[in-house]
């Protein structure tokens, strides 16, 4: 109880400070947005790229479940997927992960098994997220050595883990007090899925190029810098665990790059806000199409079954 009231204090003098940032400069963001030439073509084909991204993603899952013989459909993956996906939009990063154990039981996945494998695409994502922001502009980030050192253990660890995997669940289930079985990974299994979301953060990449480009009129500098500025900015605010969906953590760091990237403050923040708007669409929207189908077929169903003989 103590931990979720720090985690919604911190949540909340972050989102604060990020307002009075913005509030500060909103004359400078009014007047870039009265100056921006809208590029809807190039609007539209980011939203395109990011879900393209989301499959990419959903792929990858489905790569380390089917390394434990698990073959879950792909569109019932990504309803999965997509639903659980809500939860990081409530404070501890937790919720989703136990929304799509839930989800996989249906298919087989044991919760261990669906737990795990959730973790690891994490994992994975993560370090590999971090390794591009790196390659691609670790000066715009100033990332410390000892991020840089902590990001390499943390790989080493995770390319280690599948030989690991039997062992741990041994370990959960003498503090969980149940018995928990993990089946080990092939190696290959984790390298693909690690290329996987290699491709997904580049892609990511290009399609903020593609967002600032539709809401600026132009994106200047070089691909790699809007690369490391979304991978970079949306780590930053996936590991504040107190702040859901990283809000106010993401925006803050996004500002502060995009003004080492030459933006000046009032495109800058511009972008800030129109990109978090953008995201949240685009993840809020599929997961309630997929709802509305599942509910739509179910009452189909429902009405089909209770429907008189002729």
């Not at 996936?238 to 702040?243: E, K, N, P, V, W």
Request: glycine residues 8%.
């Amino acid at each position: 109880m103590l931990w979720r009231v720090v985690q919604f204090a911190l949540a909340a003098i972050v989102i604060v400070l990020v307002a009075r940032k913005l509030a500060a400069e909103w004359g400078a963001v009014k007047l870039a947005a009265s100056e921006a030439r809208p590029n809807w073509i190039a609007l539209a084909a980011s939203g395109v790229i990011v879900l393209a991204t989301y499959a990419i993603l959903i792929e990858t899952w489905r790569v380390l479940l089917r390394g434990w013989q698990h073959d879950i459909p792909f569109w019932d993956a990504a309803r999965i997927w997509t639903v659980s996906n809500l939860g990081k939009y409530l404070p501890g990063k937790v919720w989703s992960i136990t929304a799509l154990v839930v989800m996989t039981r249906e298919y087989g996945v044991s919760a261990a098994e669906g737990a795990t494998a959730s973790v690891l695409v994490t994992l994975v994502n993560t370090i590999v997220g971090f390794v591009v922001a790196l390659v691609a502009g670790a000066s715009l980030l100033e990332m410390p050595l000892w991020a840089v050192i902590a990001i390499a253990a943390i790989a080493v660890a995770v390319l280690l883990s599948p030989a690991a995997l039997p062992k741990l669940g041994g370990l959960l289930g003498r503090v969980l007090k149940r018995e928990i079985v993990l089946r080990p990974l092939a190696h290959r299994v984790l390298l693909t899925a690690a290329a996987l979301t290699g491709i997904a953060w580049m892609m990511y990449g290009v399609a903020f190029w593609l967002f600032t480009k539709g809401v600026l009129g132009s994106a200047p500098g070089a691909l790699r810098d809007y690369v490391a500025i979304f991978a970079g900015s949306y780590l930053i605010g996936f590991l504040a665990i107190f702040s859901p969906a990283g809000m106010g953590v993401r925006e803050g760091a996004m500002g502060v790059a995009l003004e080492r990237a030459g933006f000046a403050v009032g495109p800058a923040y511009l972008l800030v806000v129109a990109s978090r708007l953008w995201l949240t669409a685009l993840e809020v929207i599929p997961p309630l199409i997929f709802l509305a189908f599942v509910r739509r077929r179910r009452l189909s169903t429902h009405e089909e079954e209770h429907s008189p003989t002729r």
